[in-house]
């Protein structure tokens, strides 16, 4: 019997039926979505436009800051390898790394900052004492007020022309 993963998520991407192909990552996490895409299938080697369409789509539709950076982290390096030939795909990349870090660093010192952490030091038990609560609060106060740098643009910028 063959042990390879359903390669249904490739079929349903392959096909152009990305609302359906959504539908189905989203009860993946992003490694299995890598998976299934790249290392169980092969289609990608011979067109990687249904793939490059399907991940950006897909990533779009995330929510969770937390998911989106590891969403970034399994195929942001795909942009450079499997998804090379994608017109501005190491762009592409670039993008999904800097939007899921800026969004994830913004969700750490809100949920350090807010009642998440707040809550496990007013607990009975106190399982964050107060003074280990005050230097998350530290870390908190330091993340909050970094200025980020903007996001990478998904596109790449245009040639300047050449002067003589």
């Given amino acids: 019997m063959d042990q390879k993963t359903s390669p249904e998520l490739a079929d349903l991407i392959y096909q152009g039926n990305m609302d359906q192909a959504i539908e189905l990552a989203n009860q993946l996490n992003p490694d299995e979505i890598y998976n299934r895409i790249f290392r169980d299938d092969e289609r990608h080697l011979h067109d990687e436009a249904p793939c490059d369409v399907f ?11 937390y998911l989106r950076a590891e969403a970034a982290d399994n195929f942001v390096s795909a942009y450079t390898t499997q998804l090379a030939p994608v ?68 596109v790449a910028p245009p040639e300047e022309a050449e002067t003589n």
């Fill in 87 to 154: 017109p501005n795909g190491e762009y592409i990349g670039a993008y999904m790394r800097t939007d899921s870090l800026r969004e994830l660093i913004t969700k750490i010192a809100s949920a350090i900052l807010g009642p998440e952490l707040k809550d496990l030091e007013d607990t009975p038990e106190h399982p964050l004492d107060a003074a280990s609560a005050e230097k998350w609060r530290a870390v908190g106060r330091i993340l909050a007020d970094i200025e980020l740098p903007p996001v990478v643009s998904p």
């Fill in 55 to 65: 991940l950006r789509r897909w990533y779009q539709t995330l929510e969770s800051p």
